[in-house]
């Protein structure tokens, strides 16, 4: 497991989940992280298993100085473009702290516009604490998100896939067509009801 650097001062740290998916909102999340209470175990969310991802998002919900989780919706993704919804729901996720940051530590290449100075890190989630952080509430978020998606609409299982374009879900996509929720600006999506 990595060392992972844990910011000093009201440094959060941000990440999305679900920018691939065909289905669903993409959801991002902002945590400041407490130094004198360290939780083990951080990683970035997709190198841990669903159970442990599960215990350490309980972990960081108790112990963070501040956490927030937000969503960008899909008729926003459509509207907007994924990237454009992504830096929304941080921007959301960073405005709902219950403490204010100082500064923000983003995964990957892009920053949303702050009013805060914001950095982005590449491979953040695997680097930086409160960005792993993050990234692990952001996932566990999403997906019961989608376990809630796939008892509305459970023809295209979402609960296997969480809505990435795996053989099975296009499969179901050509059988069932495009659900409400599922994102009209996507290839595959856009295609299907190009068909219909």
């Known amino acids: ?14 990440d ?29 969310s997709k190198k841990l298993s669903e159970k442990k ?14 956490w927030a989780v ?29 403490v204010a940051a100082e500064a923000a530590l983003v995964d990957g290449n892009r920053c949303p ?21 993050a990234s692990i509430l952001a996932k566990t978020v999403r997906d019961a998100g989608m376990l809630e998606l796939d008892a509305l609409y459970p023809q295209y299982g979402f609960a296997r896939h969480m809505g990435y374009p795996t053989a099975a879900h296009c499969a179901a996509l050509a059988a069932h067509g495009a659900s409400p929720v599922h994102r009209k600006s996507f290839g595959p999506v856009a295609r299907q009801l190009s068909l219909l």
């Open 1 to 14: 497991m990595p060392e992972l650097i844990v910011p000093v001062g009201l440094v959060c740290g941000i």
């Open 53 to 66: 991802r599960l215990v350490l998002a309980d972990e960081i919900r108790a112990k963070a100085l501040a």
């Open 113 to 133: 516009k702050l009013a805060i100075p914001v950095e982005a890190v590449v491979k953040g989630d695997g680097k930086i604490a409160s960005i792993a952080a």
């Open 16 to 44: 999305e989940a679900g920018r691939g998916p065909l289905a669903g909102p993409v959801v991002a999340a902002a945590v400041i992280l407490d130094p004198a209470r360290p939780i083990a175990g951080l990683n970035d």
């Open 70 to 98: 937000a969503e960008a919706s899909v008729e926003e993704i459509d509207r907007l473009n994924i990237l454009h919804a992504t830096m929304l729901a941080m921007q959301r996720a960073v405005a709902g702290l219950p």
